[in-house]
């Protein structure tokens, strides 16, 4: 094992030196969703209530469970990640619901950057785990966005992510506490806690921006931006609110809303997530049952999901979403999911599913919803991980009103 006073200087180093100027940001990098369908149909729903219980219960996952699994089948965004000197490629899932960055060691290729610490590091996951070694290596997200001796973890052995390389963690950097078996109380850095701190970036702030499928198309395409936003994908301006106080949503990037049917009010203000990692829109028991009486809709148990009739999905009424200082408005047609994509859930071809789904828990849990990938599709979202100053940050795009669904 490295002794652990040389791995603390080697650990300020990496955060005090830069290898570009942070005049260089924000850098925007392309981020990329495929729908993977290889075993037949996608169990949405069932995956979907895993890891928002995973989010809700900490203690399910255990003393070290500190990270829960991107794990969206709807499609999961990866982003190409360039580690070590020179750079190797890999695909790596995109979770904003971990902070813990790891690859295969039957993928990784060490090179004279690479620096193997010696302290074992695990993670478990509602539906996987990884369990090897950390390294301190290069690591290049985009043009200009490299970090020098980022920890990573080298998965001697892993389960649940086999068509990825490994994951890129951007949650906040405190779920990586208890992530080292010698070092049980210290937290890890993530890659955009680095870029900031090497001075790369000028903020520690990343944008996220989601594309609808479309049609019967199974690749999305997507964009993340690190060190601010890019105005070309979003209209006006951001509206920020902070993270929520309240546990366990605040492990997170939780905030704080209240959502509206129509005129009426479903779910009083209260706390939950913004989740990169989960599809669909998760509410609390009693927000669901409302919302279903109010829709008309009925209870599929091939999906799972809640289904609708022509006639009540033209009654449809939107959802108003009161977040900080602004009101998000979710339409008709992007409560619904993709029509074009209704057998790849075990759904009928010509048939109008809704998306919000039941948490399993009643309001007042701590966590009593999960924006997932059907918000944020609508939404640009803005994370900000500055100290003493965290908050999520949203801005309607060209997608907000569309109705391709």
């Known amino acids: 094992m490295f002794p652990i006073a040389s791995l603390t200087l080697l650990l300020l180093f990496s955060t005090t030196r830069s290898p570009v100027k942070a005049a260089n940001s924000p850098v925007s990098v392309p981020i990329t969703s495929g729908l993977n369908f290889s075993n037949g149909t996608i169990n949405l729903v069932e995956q979907d209530k895993a890891r928002i219980q995973a989010l809700r219960n900490p203690s399910m996952r255990g003393q070290r469970l500190t990270d829960v699994p991107l794990i969206n089948n709807y499609g999961a965004y990866s982003i190409l990640v360039g580690i070590g000197n020179p750079p190797r490629t890999y695909n790596l899932l995109l979770d904003s619901g971990s902070a813990t960055t790891w690859v295969r060691q039957s993928a990784y290729v060490k090179t004279s950057a690479s620096f193997r610490t010696g302290e074992v590091e695990e993670v478990i996951y509602s539906h996987g785990f990884f369990r090897g070694i ?8 985009g043009p200009g966005l490299t970090v020098v001796l980022q920890s990573i973890g080298v998965a001697v052995v892993s389960t649940g992510f086999d068509r990825y390389d490994g994951i890129l963690g951007i949650g906040p950097a405190a779920l990586t506490v208890g992530t080292l078996q010698d070092l049980p109380e210290d937290p890890i850095p993530t890659v955009t806690d680095s870029l900031y701190g090497q001075g790369t970036i000028s903020e520690d702030v990343f944008g996220i921006f989601y594309q609808p499928y479309v049609n019967s198309q ?6 993340i931006t690190f060190g601010g936003t890019d105005p070309t994908k979003y209209n006006g301006n951001i509206l920020y609110t902070p993270v929520t106080d309240t546990q366990p949503a605040s492990r997170y ?11 009426t009010e479903i779910l009083a203000r209260t706390a939950g997530v913004v989740d990169s990692g989960s599809t669909l829109l998760f509410i609390a028991t009693e927000a669901y ?67 919000v789904r039941d948490i399993g828990t009643p309001f007042g849990s701590g966590l009593d919803f999960g924006n997932g990938y059907v918000f944020m599709q609508r939404f640009y979202t803005v994370f900000d991980a500055t100290t003493d100053r965290r908050r999520v940050g949203f801005a309607t795009t060209p997608f907000t009103y569309a109705t391709t669904n």
């Not at 199974?218 to 964009?223: I, N, P, V």
Request: charged share 15%.
């Open 218 to 223: 199974l690749e999305s395409t997507g964009q």
């Open 289 to 355: 049952e409302l919302y279903k009486a109010a829709t008309g809709s009925e209870y599929d148990p091939a999906t799972e999901l809640l289904v609708i009739s022509e006639d009540g999905y033209g009654a449809l009424q939107n959802l108003y979403f009161n977040i900080g200082p602004q009101t998000y408005t979710l339409t008709p047609n992007a409560q619904i999911w993709p029509r074009s994509l209704n057998t790849m859930i075990s759904g009928q071809e010509n048939a109008i599913y809704l998306i």
């Open 134 to 141: 950390e390294y301190l290596d290069y690591v290049t997200v």
């Open 253 to 263: 990037w939780g905030i704080d809303q209240n959502i509206m049917y129509g005129q």
